[in-house]
């Protein structure tokens, strides 16, 4: 039996896959993963014995880079992105038993034209609740297209943000669906989200509330084991005093990381706290060469997060799970989409402190740190930590093998090797 699974989008798109990847091969899977063809994506799956099939071009490029799209370039670019998705998937999947994909909506919308192509069965997954359309909780807004500010009613949003996929990924998408022969969709969101989406996060941290629209599938957070040892470096670091607070913002770029770092490091300090910086896409690094203070680059979170006081991050999907997990207290600074979503669900948990925006100040930053470093949370925190589960990917990798066998047939064509 052989899977493909296609992202396009941040490490939070790409991780997660992995680990699917991981637990479909313990199954006797054979699977391959279309994903950007950043090179710590590469080493990501080298790590765990996987393919890549690389997609498109770098997302660190396009998250990184100084031109900002505008409202009336991007149809263009998501056209260019759903047809570049469409060639390389198709020409990876060819012999597979199923397509699974997740990250930016036209690159899913070429992915799932290719399992349609074969006649497979497709499977689209979200990793946070509130991508999903729901009554209880509006849409994000996508660029160019703010949501109206007199509506309150969650429907009535959705009804707009359909509107705004349309306008956006419609266009793009109906132009690939000419190219092979099918008429234009009608609405983009149900086309590509299908009527029984997957939901790659954990039932305590980010619940589905039901009755919904959708018959959503929540399988749990797919996590991928990280078993690396952490730097004799940083060991030593840690084992020099006591648990520092680690401070990271992942694939945000945080276009002022030179004040970020310094107003990180300086409310860390105001509380009588060592600090860990995580580099990460913003580059951020030490603002003195005082040695209360270590920089990182890419180590093992799963290592390291249970040895921290507290995490300050930007409230992506992974990092914001693998903190709960590690039951350390946590400090998000949402940037944009999801992590509003995260900040909010750790704040209503008790386990941290959700920052009031983006942009953090010694004051701001200080308050919540104060909030996350109390005893309180991290008993709490703890608490948490041991109601997750961690066999997400593991449930999910059944319930595709349960979904292949219910709708595909064998054929004659899928005898050859990946």
Same mark, same amino acid.
């Given at each position: 039996?052989?899977?493909?699974?296609?992202?396009?989008?941040?490490?939070?798109?790409?991780?997660?896959?992995?680990?699917?990847?991981?637990?479909?091969?313990?199954?006797?899977?054979?699977?391959?993963?279309?994903?950007?063809?950043?090179e710590e994506f590469a080493k990501l799956l080298a790590r765990v014995g996987v393919e890549l099939?690389?997609?498109?071009?770098?997302?660190?490029?396009?998250?990184?880079?100084?031109?900002?799209?505008?409202?009336?370039?991007l149809p263009r670019r998501a056209a260019a992105l759903a047809a570049a998705q469409y060639e390389v998937v198709a020409a990876a999947a060819e012999g597979c038993d199923a397509v699974v994909a997740t990250g930016l909506v036209p690159a899913v919308a070429g +992915?799932?034209?290719?399992a349609a192509d074969l006649g497979i069965p497709f499977v689209y997954v979200a990793c946070f609740p509130t991508m999903l359309p729901s009554p209880h909780h509006a849409p994000h807004p996508l660029p160019g297209r703010p949501l109206p500010a007199d509506v309150t009613d969650n429907r009535a949003l959705w009804d707009f943000n359909a509107q705004s996929f349309n306008t956006l990924y419609g266009?793009?998408?109906?132009?690939?669906?000419?190219?092979?022969?099918?008429?234009?969709?009608d609405d983009v969101i149900s086309h590509v989200f299908t009527d029984r989406p997957w939901l790659a996060a954990d039932p305590v941290l980010g619940p589905w509330q039901e009755p919904a629209d959708l018959g959503v599938v929540q399988t749990g957070a797919w996590i991928l084991p990280d078993e690396r040892p952490l730097p004799a470096e940083l060991v030593e670091f840690l084992e020099a005093g006591a648990p520092p607070v680690y401070v990271g913002f992942g694939s945000m770029p945080m276009r002022e990381s030179t004040d970020v770092a310094r107003v990180a490091v300086e409310a860390v300090r105001a509380q009588g706290r060592r600090v860990l910086?995580?580099?990460?896409?913003?580059?951020?690094?030490?603002?003195?060469?005082?040695?209360?203070?270590?920089?990182?680059?890419?180590?093992?979170?799963?290592?390291?997060?249970?040895?921290?006081?507290?995490?300050?991050?930007?409230?992506?999907?992974?990092?914001a799970t693998t903190a709960a997990l590690a039951g350390a207290p946590q400090?998000?600074?949402?940037?944009?989409?999801?992590?509003?979503?995260?900040?909010?669900?750790?704040?209503?948990?008790?386990?941290?402190?959700?920052?009031?925006?983006?942009?953090?100040?010694?004051e701001s930053l200080s308050a919540a740190l104060k909030v996350?470093?109390?005893?309180?949370?991290?008993?709490?925190? +703890?608490?948490?930590?041991?109601?997750?589960?961690?066999?997400?990917?593991?449930?999910?990798?059944?319930?595709?093998l349960e979904l292949i066998g219910r709708e595909t047939r064998p054929t004659a064509d899928r005898s050859h090797s990946l």
């Amino acid at each position: 039996m052989r899977v493909l699974l296609s992202t396009y989008g941040s490490r939070g798109d790409v991780q997660p896959m992995a680990a699917l990847a991981v637990r479909l091969r313990e199954l006797g899977v054979e699977v391959r993963v279309c994903a950007p063809s950043d090179e710590e994506f590469a080493k990501l799956l080298a790590r765990v014995g996987v393919e890549l099939v690389p997609a498109a071009d770098p997302v660190r490029t396009l998250v990184t880079g100084t031109k900002t799209p505008t409202p009336e370039g991007l149809p263009r670019r998501a056209a260019a992105l759903a047809a570049a998705q469409y060639e390389v998937v198709a020409a990876a999947a060819e012999g597979c038993d199923a397509v699974v994909a997740t990250g930016l909506v036209p690159a899913v919308a070429g +992915a799932r034209e290719v399992a349609a192509d074969l006649g497979i069965p497709f499977v689209y997954v979200a990793c946070f609740p509130t991508m999903l359309p729901s009554p209880h909780h509006a849409p994000h807004p996508l660029p160019g297209r703010p949501l109206p500010a007199d509506v309150t009613d969650n429907r009535a949003l959705w009804d707009f943000n359909a509107q705004s996929f349309n306008t956006l990924y419609g266009p793009g998408i109906d132009a690939l669906r000419e190219s092979v022969g099918r008429p234009p969709v009608d609405d983009v969101i149900s086309h590509v989200f299908t009527d029984r989406p997957w939901l790659a996060a954990d039932p305590v941290l980010g619940p589905w509330q039901e009755p919904a629209d959708l018959g959503v599938v929540q399988t749990g957070a797919w996590i991928l084991p990280d078993e690396r040892p952490l730097p004799a470096e940083l060991v030593e670091f840690l084992e020099a005093g006591a648990p520092p607070v680690y401070v990271g913002f992942g694939s945000m770029p945080m276009r002022e990381s030179t004040d970020v770092a310094r107003v990180a490091v300086e409310a860390v300090r105001a509380q009588g706290r060592r600090v860990l910086v995580g580099r990460g896409w913003a580059d951020l690094a030490l603002i003195d060469d005082r040695d209360d203070c270590f920089v990182v680059g890419d180590v093992s979170h799963q290592a390291l997060f249970p040895r921290v006081a507290a995490v300050v991050h930007h409230g992506g999907a992974g990092t914001a799970t693998t903190a709960a997990l590690a039951g350390a207290p946590q400090v998000v600074v949402p940037q944009l989409v999801d992590q509003p979503y995260w900040a909010g669900r750790v704040a209503e948990l008790g386990i941290g402190a959700a920052h009031d925006g983006p942009t953090p100040t010694f004051e701001s930053l200080s308050a919540a740190l104060k909030v996350a470093l109390t005893p309180e949370t991290s008993t709490r925190a +703890a608490a948490v930590a041991a109601a997750m589960r961690t066999d997400g990917a593991a449930t999910a990798a059944k319930l595709l093998l349960e979904l292949i066998g219910r709708e595909t047939r064998p054929t004659a064509d899928r005898s050859h090797s990946l």
